[in-house]
């Protein structure tokens, strides 16, 4: 947890509750732009906000963000967050960014609430917001059909909300322990639930910790998952990379890849290599359980803060037994004016032959990425990922939708067994 105190519209900046929880909450007469039960918790908030709530309504002087799509709103925030420092004097921290990126706005028009325009919270999530009725600049009909497309997606904004209610009164997962290995070594895993079912049902954790359980231990039950299906006879060392890899994302709570052992009794060391620009730097080695020290296995985990080319070329560089690519994203470097990292790192990854999956945010996402997979001659096929996590985000570029962690499994078609 980044300790970060996350921005939600029309819900109590500090504790995060609001009209779900039948709590009554206000704007900031000043901006307009942040939500409080009360004075108390205003008052607790002054010092973070009282910068960014003198500069909120001058933004709104010059910038009118009404817009005709999500693509042209969001250009229009990215331009508020490149002048607010300029008018501030000095950078913007992330929860700065936060407020800014996440102004509640009508998700018909994209007109943003200010002290003239009173946003109504939808009944059912509450950070999603509408116009009032009759109101929208662009007409009653098309708030409507709005409204209506976004009924689906309703209850993932609430539980969001639950998510970030959860995290704002410090209830973290820090000893949730892992799973059986001897469980494991007799009953193969083929989705979350029964894993959850006979690893962890004596926990009786509520849903939004199981939630976040799913997103700590996704990347790990995700890569061997896959591996069931792209290595057939796993050798007794093993040794995966992990492409495009973050230091706060797959380098973070490494005990998580003991998972990997679990699910293999055949493997005694398990060598995990991340790279990647942000990877971080140096070994580390996994704290192993009780059962696994015994046995004598083992898992380090090497980072290199380079790309996988880079890496590639080193004298010590060892070639894997498996390529991993999660939630990479590389469809979106395949575009016109972006310096493409990936291309070289993805001919060298299809000439060498070795097994390889990725994971995608959303179904889209996996298509786009699939397509610049086959590209390069790197056959594979798509699925719902049966260990993608469970803790839903926000992506400023559709507002009215929500993702989640390896939502979406690609395979190297020539090695899958699915």
Known sequence: VDGMRRFLPQVCH????????????????????????GGGHQKEDWKDHKGICKILPKCREF???RSNNQQEYQQKINQQISIVPRMLGNTLNPNEVQFLTWQAMCLCCFSQGSPSLRLDPCP????????????????????????????????????????????????????????DPDALRTSSSDDWDSYWDREHSQLQLDQVSIAFARDLLSDALTIAFAMRSLIRAPKTEMRICLIGAEDSQEGSQIEKYEEILHAFPSISRLDIVMIGPTAGDGIDHVLMCDSCQTMKRTISVAKYSMLFDQWAIRSDAIMPDMFVLLNSGIHEMHTPNIIDSWSHTLNLVSESKIPWMATAYTQDESSLDAARFRSVGMECQTMENPFRGGYPKRDPDHRDAVFFQNYQLILQASHSTL
Request: hydrophobic share 30%; aromatic share 10%; net charge positive.
């Open 63 to 65: 910038i009118n963000f």
């Open 14 to 37: 500090i504790c995060k509750k609001g009209p779900l929880d039948q709590i009554l909450v206000s704007r900031c007469q000043s901006c307009s732009g942040i939500w409080y039960c």
């Open 124 to 179: 059912g999530c509450s950070i999603i917001s509408f116009c009032p009725k009759n109101q929208c600049p662009n007409g009653e009909s098309q708030r409507a059909e709005a409204i209506k497309l976004h009924q689906p997606r309703c209850n993932h904004f609430r539980f969001l909300v639950e998510c970030e209610e959860y995290l704002n009164r410090g209830c973290y997962l820090s000893h949730t322990p892992i799973s």
